[in-house]
């Protein structure tokens, strides 16, 4: 999460916001967010796509505070008039997304077909046209920047896995060539 840097951006969300979101506020003045990001909250109801208000009303949150939900293919707003920005004054400005969402985006991700995301955290995740429910809690049901949903697993600290099963294989990282035949 970005911090405020300059006075009145992210300030209605605590001071705290997604760098893609810190962007787009600081283009448009505008705070958004996308559905992705919005579904990993906790606030955010997938089954009707909107803030849950029984939620934020338990947790003592004001509606007010939370960023606009800005739906695929939706402009979240322009860039506005700005002196420091090197964008002209009215230039559409799309939504952000997160990590997983952008690469399943970026990859042409359809449904069928997993990726498996090894880095930092550990992720499994597809395209599904479903919204997913797992009550378990071990599938996560993110909504995708696409418009449909983006089922995930998550485990932390994956790179130390990684890490360990390459020590294990007395692997030392450098690029593996095999013997000419």
């Known amino acids: 999460m ?27 003045g505008q705070g958004t967010t ?5 579904s990993g909250t906790g606030w955010w109801a997938s089954g ?5 208000e029984e939620i934020l009303r338990h947790v003592g949150l ?10 695929p ?7 506005r008039d700005c002196h420091d920005l090197p964008f002209s004054k009215g230039t559409l400005v799309a939504p952000g997304t997160g990590d ?10 359809r449904p069928g077909h ?39 697993a998550c485990t932390l600290n994956c790179t130390l896995a990684v890490d360990r099963v390459a020590a294990l294989l007395a692997w030392t990282g450098r690029p593996w060539n095999p013997a000419p035949r």
Do not use: I
């Not at 996308?34 to 919005?38: C, E, F, I, V």
């Not at 004001?62 to 739906?71: C, F, G, K, S, Y």
């Open 2 to 28: 970005a911090r405020r840097a300059r006075a009145g951006v992210g300030a209605r969300h605590g001071g705290r916001t997604p760098p893609h979101d810190y962007l787009t506020e600081r283009l448009t």
């Open 34 to 38: 996308d559905r992705g990001d919005a």
């Open 48 to 52: 009707s796509e909107s803030y849950d």
């Open 62 to 71: 004001d509606p007010a505070m939370l960023p606009q939900v800005v739906r």
């Open 73 to 79: 293919g939706e402009v979240a707003g322009t860039v």
């Open 100 to 109: 997983n969402a952008a690469a399943a985006l970026g990859l042409g991700l």
């Open 114 to 152: 997993p990726v498996l995301s090894l880095g930092t955290s550990g992720t499994v995740y597809a395209v599904s046209k479903h919204r997913p429910a797992d009550p378990t809690g071990t599938v996560a049901g993110f909504a995708d920047a696409h418009g449909d949903w983006l089922p995930l």
